[in-house]
């Protein structure tokens, strides 16, 4: 269902960039072009590497300055005109919003510079302004240069201008309210902590919720297990998170070990046989561990088109049981009108089977009846249209004690075939119940996941590979399975009775 607001608000967009006081650390023979440059208002960055020509990238294309070279004598005319490099090799102009970041060489001199145009937005908050005057805490995600940390400069300045809220801000880089002792007027009358080192960013965070009271806590570029944990400290404090995290959608999230907190986590669970007839679905499956640290997040797709979530615990529990969601999309008008397309309901998700996926082949067997009971159970198989893309086939007992061609052909290739009783949905059933070991976990199979659970942990943790206990098959693959599901590589090693399952990091 699609809905129009006639105008954003009363405010109109209002851009301020100080454009001047960032070419006037330039070389003089960089600004005159510049400068004179038609579209200078959407300069989006200058950088000069050493020996190369100088270039200016605008939005749609990268254009040369100069065709004389960078010198050191440039770079040095420029960083003498800038604040001090801080540990992560950025500086920025006093009171401006413009990032200089430095490249140097292993003797820590500087042999590059990307100068990065800084600018205050007003008015772009408002196809999300409601949302953020709830009171709710907001995580914005992106991909970078899509205008992230615009949209957070602007929530600060409307809580604490407009509602008259207690804000603080992290400021690890000053890319929110800028370099310099005194903060640029883009936060309004939000107040700012600046971070002496980024590896500091989570004390800092906690220290502002302890030290000054805040109503909201205003933090970009969430990036660590420890910053994750200080959000959720925080927001078990009553205190408003908005925030901006690594990852460009909610799913990315959902897949981050490192940050999936942040949307509640998540944690294998073994069920027991019941309640897995009753879900029709696998003995271990994946839930969400805990209350979401943020209440909405939001995916910022373009700069004017939003898609909101909402409920995010109510959407990480629908992807975790493969089911489609689909977010509110706002967009904001050329006229300045905002339309809103209302989220759909979750529906099962039409997705490309995972690596671990059981391919069966069928002969002299219903494959709608074996589609069906596929996905009554949900266990990870397809049915595929060719003998040589099969993992295993299954074929009609009656037909199996008659030994035709096809079938000493697959006995060839080393498929395995197993035997149905007969064509109908319930003995198709008992067959993938018992390829899938539905019907029943041993207590020592129990404790092979929980080893394999502990090892997924271990592995995220430490980034080192983790060897199982030798398993039978059946075992093995409920493992790979588990380690699938956190992204993690697996491998079955060693000869049988000794084989076993090997966890490594999803980039080892």
Known sequence: MRSTAAETSEKRIEITDNLDELLSVLPPRLQEPLLRHERLETLLEVVCDLGREPEARFPDKVEVLDHAPVIREDLDYVAARVGTFTRDNRAGI????????????????????????????????????????????????????????TLLREAARVLADDFDKRVMIVDTSNEIAGDGDIPHPGIGRARRMQVPAPELQHAVMIEAVENHMPEVVVIDEIGTEAEALAARTIAERGVQLIATAHGN????????????????GIQAVTLGDE????RRTQKT????KAPPTFDVVIEIRERERFAVHHDVASVVDALLRRFAVEPEIRVRREDGGIEVEKAGSAGPRPEVPPLSTLRIFPYALSRDRLERVIRQLGVPAIVVERLDEADVMLTLRAVAKKHPKRLREVLTKEVPVHAVAS??????????????????????????????????????????????APQQPAVRRLQHQLADAYGLQSQSVGREPFRHVVIRPAHY
């Open 249 to 264: 959608t909610l799913e990315n999230l959902v897949a981050n070990p490192t940050l999936a907190d942040l949307v509640g």
């Open 423 to 468: 064509n109908s949905a319930a003995k198709i059933e008992d067959v993938l119940r018992e390829l899938f070991d539905l019907n029943r976990i041993a207590p020592e199979q129990e404790e092979a996941l929980r080893e394999a659970e502990e090892a997924v942990v271990a592995v995220i943790a430490r980034r080192q590979p983790v060897e199982l």
């Open 285 to 288: 499956v994946l839930e969400r």
């Open 94 to 149: 006093e009171r401006t919003l413009h990032r200089i970041s430095a490249l140097r060489n292993r003797l820590g001199e500087i042999v590059g510079l990307t100068c990065r145009v800084g600018r205050a937005v007003y008015g772009t908050v408002d196809v999300v302004r409601d949302v953020i005057e709830s009171g709710k805490s907001v995580l914005l995600v992106g991909r970078p240069g899509v205008g992230k940390t």
């Open 275 to 278: 309640e897995a007839r009753r």
